[in-house]
């Protein structure tokens, strides 16, 4: 209900009369079946700009992929991540000892049809400056073969709330979506597989 109600009366105001979000090629999001949203990732402000484009019936099927170690280090944070805007919290050590894989939060959400916002890159960037994905995407695509990944570039959101800045420059926020991809598509493996999902941001 609390998300429901934060996206309704606070982020989608804010993101389309405030930044002005614009949303290019929404034809694009694959219908009526499961899907994983990649995007680059530079600002909090991705979240919102790509959590903005679902209506609020759907937008409660919709979780961002985030490091419990960063959006858990206090209640307050805890609780707007996990309240407002829903979060997939996920261990980024390795613990084998707890037989538990990393991805295992992942993989249920898919098989339980929802929709992940993952952020290959791994952690807020320079604006404008792309950092290598990681490979965690490749390996979820090879385990799910016929999933379709689609890859959003967002432009202007480093730049108007940048990493470890507070303060927010009004500048206009761009989000283009991508034709989606995947992995029975091409002939690769999870290494080639995500060079190729790299190549969407480079043009």
């Known amino acids: 209900m609390f998300k429901k109600l934060f996206f309704a009366i606070f982020a989608k105001p804010f993101m389309f009369i405030i930044t002005g979000l614009s949303i290019k090629n929404i034809e694009n999001l694959p219908k009526d079946e499961p899907y ?57 050590k390795v613990n084998r000892k707890d037989g538990q894989h ?16 993952i952020f290959p890159e791994g952690s807020r960037g320079e604006a404008s400056v792309m950092q290598k994905f990681k490979n965690g995407i490749g390996h979820i695509a090879k385990k799910y073969p016929d999933l379709k990944i689609v890859p959003m570039v967002l432009e202007n959101t480093g730049k108007a709330l940048p990493k470890n800045e507070a303060l927010f420059i009004p500048l206009i926020i761009k989000l283009e979506i991508k034709e989606a991809i995947c992995f029975n598509q091409v002939n690769s493996n999870v290494n080639d597989f995500v060079s190729l999902l790299e190549e969407n941001f480079k043009n």
Do not use: C
Request: charged content about 20%.
């Open 36 to 92: 994983v949203i990649i995007a680059n990732h530079n600002s909090h402000l991705d979240i919102l700009a790509i959590m903005t484009m679902y209506s609020n019936k759907d937008i409660v099927n919709v979780s961002p992929v985030a490091a419990s170690d960063y959006f858990f280090k206090n209640k307050y944070i805890k609780w707007i991540s996990t309240q407002l805007i829903g979060i997939l919290p996920i261990n980024r």
């Open 102 to 117: 990393p991805l295992d939060g992942v993989y249920k959400a898919i098989e339980e049809n929802k929709t992940l916002i």
